[in-house]
């Protein structure tokens, strides 16, 4: 298995998104998936799926630490008091006494940086957390981050696929020596039929999702793909047995716009344009 290449966390570069995947299917898929090979699991306390995560993990008879395991806490609890009873609570869901990343879902401009940070690095010194990391900041934002932690942050998960222009914060984070952890990166399903992609793809027997894919991967790029389907959740699983040439990832390079994101809820930050 391939690794984040950055900070030596040990994140398998290709792993599952667990979102949407509830009750008794979501644990079959979950349970799928680890049997298919993924062996990095991305979960968060809004999903409401961290029971179905842990109830997998342990049906899967693989050894807990073979599996890095990722949840996140809501940008509504980063408080100091609300944050460790959010952690509290989902180390309670999957029957864990760790988890082995966990990541402030999404910033929020109401908490000071340094209390929600602060709240971070204790939950890791406290042993909760192997490591810790952020999701959707932005380079102000991640900026501030580093001022505030005295734990080193593992990740910045963000929207990271062919069509959005996401360089600013990707230069960013790897200037702090951060991985990047890719969600939606095939884009909701639109990679899917893009005839660039498609014909790349096809030109080393592969589907386009597997080139948007690779070409993340190609470039350091944590992935967290997620289906609930089993043949879906094998072809995205390899990716790792094919190699972009330098055109083809040009070429993919040239897909990138400055409004391409899928994700942008109420609560996200202004994003780097």
Known sequence: MQFGETHDAGIPIVGFGTMRLKEEAGAAAILSALRIGYRHLDTAAYYGNEREVGQAMRASGIKREDIFLTTKVRDDKLKADDFARSVDGSLKALDLPFVDLLLIHWPNPHVPMAE???????AKREGLARHIGVANFTVALLDEAMMHTQEPLATNQIEAHPFLDFSKIFTETRRHLLNVTAYCPIAR???????VLERIGAAHGKTASQASLRWLVQQGIIVIPGSSKPERQKENFEVLDFELTPAEMA???GLKRADGRVVNPPQAPKWDV
């Open 189 to 195: 399903g639109r990679v899917p039929g893009n005839p």
């Open 116 to 122: 929600s940070i602060g709240a971070l690095n204790k």
């Open 251 to 253: 070429e993919i390079d």
